[in-house]
Nanobody
Framework: QVQLVESGGGLVQTGGSLRLSCVAS????????VGWFRQAPGQEREFIAA???????YYRDPMKGRLTISRDNAKNTVFLQMTSLKPEDTAVYYC????????????????WGQGTQVTVSS
């Protein structure tokens, strides 16, 4: 069992940066892959980045090139650095964890955080 808590969201101006954190509690976090998703109002939740248990990184448009995902297993934490933020990046950002399956789709993930709001003003 893994519990996830996101933090680091907030209000930022266009072009600004934020670093989100996902802190896990539970055993064997270093054996889990961790993904980040986002959901804007009225839209489906979409995958934006993931990091495998071994540190391999995965990204997908529309934020590819503006994201860096990393993990510190000693602190049970995964970070998501976001740069050059745009108003269309406004959404609730979620982290999720899994041990098996692919990286890009919601159902593959077993554990989810409660989300953190990111708002980008124009």
């Amino acid at each position: 069992q893994v519990q996830l808590v996101e933090s680091g969201g907030g209000l930022v101006q266009t072009g600004g940066s934020l670093r989100l954190s996902c802190v896990a509690s539970g055993r064997d976090f270093d054996r889990y892959d961790v993904g980040w998703f986002r959901q804007a109002p009225g839209q489906e939740r979409e995958f934006i980045a993931a990091i495998s248990w071994s540190g391999r990184e995965y990204y997908r448009d529309p934020m590819k090139g503006r994201l860096t995902i990393s993990r510190d297993n000693a602190k049970n934490t995964v970070f998501l650095q976001m740069t050059s933020l745009k108003p269309e990046d406004t959404a609730v950002y979620y982290c999720a964890a899994k041990q098996l399956g692919t990286y890009y789709t919601d159902p593959e993930y077993d554990y989810w955080g409660q989300g953190t709001q990111v708002t980008v003003s124009s």
